[in-house]
């Protein structure tokens, strides 16, 4: 079992940058996809990065998005620059030992989501 919890979400004008992290449970950490998606108003829940042996990036993040992870602190982070009010969305971290999984949406763990909101 794994257990997921983001934080640094909050309110930014467009233009800013946030830092969120992802601390999970468990000692096998290292063995887990990590990636983040987030689901805005009225809209369905989008993939946005992940972390394997490689990053994957949604087109729409690409260049101004960076995820990343430190194994020794089990803790996965998104660095989100140049945020624009299309990027408002509650944001949520998932982990699958399953990297297919994973990038397909269907992880089987989540955590709760952080709320990021950008202003014009």
């Known amino acids: 079992q794994v257990q997921l919890v983001e934080s640094g979400g909050g309110l930014v004008q467009a233009g800013g940058s946030l830092r969120l992290s992802c601390a999970a449970s468990?000692?096998?950490?290292?063995?887990?996809?990590m990636g983040w998606f987030r689901q805005a108003p009225g809209k369905g829940r989008e993939f946005v990065a992940a972390?394997?042996?490689?990053?994957y990036y949604a087109d729409s993040v690409k260049g101004r998005f960076t995820i990343s992870r430190d194994n020794g602190k089990n803790t996965a982070y998104l660095q989100m620059n140049s945020l624009n009010p299309e990027d408002t969305a509650v944001y949520y971290c998932?982990?699958?030992?399953?990297?297919?999984?994973?990038?397909?949406?269907?992880?089987?763990?989540w955590g709760q989501g952080t709320q990021v909101t950008v202003s014009s």
């Open positions: 998932a982990a699958d030992l399953n990297y297919s999984d994973l990038l397909r949406g269907r992880p089987d763990y």
């Open positions: 468990g000692r096998t950490f290292s063995s887990y996809g």
């Open positions: 972390i394997t042996k490689n990053t």
